[in-house]
């Protein structure tokens, strides 16, 4: 098998660059672990930067998109019951959109299925070879036979524990790691959203999240420890404590409902420098981990398929080697953004197990420093909308 661009992993950093290099007549073929089902049944973040949006519509896989996502042009930020909304659309001039992570993946495997892009499902031993030379290729077994792909370059988008970033020697690679002392237990339930915005709350019980993917679709978290259990947490459970963490005006209004799925996530941030070791470029969670506080996953991934598929356009349609040549430069000055971003969100809103009461009122300051200073304000909403290409 032949092809210019192979992309590891299906989900939909791989998928919009896919995309977005058919639009521009570059051949790709995705490999993809898991079976698509697999791949749509993941509840990921739902928050979408305008830069992603408008890649979306760039890649022609906005249609559903434009007529169903939440414009968003505020969110919410609370300390016990004192409440701070940041004006997204005073201070950074656009909203963000509500739309859920798996409904973006679904529209982009309709658009690849519909001019028959080559996507092969429950590949399993996939090894990246050649990476240093100009002839990469990629082997692996897929309907029980091996086979392998001849490529022009590789692009990892295959997440946290794919092989791409460990395809780069250890000698090459430098990786930057925090590991946070708490997760997130998160449901989603098929009722309306506690707020027509998202609230971040912090509480003397720890953080909550109130957010949504539709107007009778609602996602929300409460901070836990690491070592807990799903099964310890029955959904009346879940609701008790989650009132007791969010503003009391909200909580008197909250719908509640049966989950229909819950689960426990850790947090961490996470970086792997280089993004690119000769003809392996590294986009997304293959590369760099944010928590979810401030929704960056999947638009940092986003950011990374930009420079990635301006490089490579360049590169095919104009012989210009300079997009691929400071792709891991330009990607990786966003993402330390975005991780910092990330860890003051995270840092600001969580009760850790080792803070003290000097802590706790620093966190308190820096909630009313946001309450009255506009400058404070604007610098928030210009990373939670997210940061220029």
């Known amino acids: 098998m032949r092809t210019q661009v192979a992309i590891i992993g299906g ?34 973040a739902g928050v979408l930067e305008q830069g992603l949006v408008d890649m979306m519509r760039a890649a022609g896989t906005a249609e559903r998109l434009d007529r169903e996502g939440f414009k968003h042009d505020g969110t919410v930020l609370s300390f016990n019951d004192e409440i701070v909304r940041i004006d997204l659309a005073k201070h950074a ?18 658009a690849r ?56 020697p250890e000698n090459v690679r430098t990786e930057y790691e925090k590991v946070y002392p708490f997760g997130w237990l998160g449901i ?31 996602r929300y978290y409460v901070q836990c420890e690491l070592s807990d259990k799903v099964e310890n947490w029955s959904d009346e459970a879940f609701w008790d404590e989650l009132r007791r963490r969010i503003p009391q005006e909200v909580a008197e209004t909250l719908v509640t409902g049966p989950s229909i799925e819950k689960s426990i996530a850790p947090l961490r941030s996470f970086v792997s ?3 690119r070791w000769g003809r392996l470029f590294l986009c997304g969670d293959a590369a760099h981990i944010v928590p979810p506080t401030g929704a960056k996953g999947l ?23 300079e997009g691929i040549d400071r792709y891991s430069e330009k990607a990786l000055a966003r993402v330390w953004k975005v991780e910092r971003f990330s860890w003051w969100m995270t840092s600001l809103l969580h009760r850790f197990p080792d ?23 604007h610098a928030l909403a210009n990373n939670y909308v997210g940061l220029p290409y």
């Open 188 to 218: 989603l339930s098929e009722t309306p959203p506690a707020n027509h915005e998202l609230i971040y709350a912090n509480s003397s019980r720890g953080f909550a999240l109130c957010s949504m993917r539709n107007a009778h679709l609602s």
């Open 273 to 275: 420098e280089p993004m």
């Open 11 to 44: 989900g939909p950093s791989g998928l919009l660059l896919a995309q977005l290099l058919h639009k521009e007549g570059v051949d790709t073929i995705v490999l993809e672990r898991r079976t698509k089902e697999h791949v749509l049944s993941r509840i990921r």
């Open 93 to 110: 001039g656009r909203p963000v959109t509500v739309y859920g992570q798996t409904e973006v993946t679904a529209d982009l495997y309709a």
């Open 355 to 377: 803070q003290n009461p000097f802590d706790l009122k620093m966190q308190q300051a820096e909630i009313a420093f946001l309450q009255e200073n506009e400058a404070a304000q």
């Open 113 to 168: 299925e519909s001019w028959g892009g080559e996507t092969l499902f429950e590949v399993d031993d996939v090894e990246l070879k050649g990476l240093d030379s100009d002839a990469p290729y990629v082997t692996f077994r897929h309907d029980g036979q091996d086979k392998r792909i001849d490529c022009d370059f590789i692009a990892g988008c295959d997440g946290f524990h794919g092989v791409s970033r460990k395809s780069i």
């Open 299 to 321: 638009n940092s991934a986003a950011s990374d398929v930009y420079y990635l598929h301006q490089g490579l356009t360049r590169y095919y349609n104009d012989k210009d080697n």
